[in-house]
């Protein structure tokens, strides 16, 4: 078995992960910026971020054979204080150019309050002047049918934004419909607690198709598993679905996306 991890923050994980991963087929890992447990106070603090997600955590995965991929933003959770995140966005760009940089993410919502909007707004503004892909979180539980929407509408209102360019992640039930008929791609986020289960994932699957689609484990600090994609792979096989199948969702989709950056590995195709 092969796959693509496209979302996992390995900044909080151990190296037995990266070795179990290699072991279960694991071709790259993709990182997304992300809340670190805690609200980080000062753009110097997003600086040293960048830098390790830029250049450490590379080195930390080639011990295990990995390629590391990247993405770059202020996350929701810390969108509240818009100076902050205003500062921090005007720190990106100066690692746009480095070559394991995949795009900006992950953006979107949190509480759908009025300055998260903002600095949503403001993330969109820059992927779409550096013409990056965008990778976007979408709020959890109550709030996620109303957050994706607005996420939605944010990008459907810059014409510059193409909808292929941008996955819209930890999708379930009740919004993946609205993802997928706008053209977006989405993300299904395999969580043992929340989020969706690997049972839930392969259910979306058979009811909507696999075009568009991929499957992440978004593992992090929290209660989450590193090999949940490769798990979901497994129960697709107990519900009989082909080698062929499988191997589309869990490693072509991903690359498909992913491969309209310049930087993602040219050895995977």
Known sequence: MRYIEPHAHMVSRVTDDY??????????????????????S???GFYDYFCQ?????????????LPHYCWLCINPKESEDVLL???????????????NVLGIGEIGLNKNSRNELKVLELHVDLAARHNQLILVHTPHLEDKFKGTRLILDVLRSDPRIRPERCIIDHVE???????????FWAGMTLYPET????ARSVDMIEQYGSDRLWMNSACDWGVSVPLAVPYAALEMRRRGQSPDQVDKMI??????FLSQSPNFMSHCK
């Open 173 to 183: 039930e009740h919004t993946i419909r609205m993802v997928l008929d706008a053209g």
């Open 53 to 65: 997600l830029t250049e450490h955590e590379p080195r930390r995965a080639a011990k295990f054979g």
């Open 251 to 256: 490693y072509q989709n991903p690359l498909k």
């Open 19 to 40: 070795q179990d991963m290699v072991a279960a087929g694991c071709a790259a890992i993709c990182e997304p910026a992300f809340w670190a447990g805690f609200d980080r």
């Open 85 to 99: 995140a205003t500062e921090v966005i005007g720190l990106i760009p100066k690692f746009l150019g480095r070559p």
């Open 195 to 198: 989020k969706c289960t690997g």
């Open 42 to 44: 000062s753009p110097a």
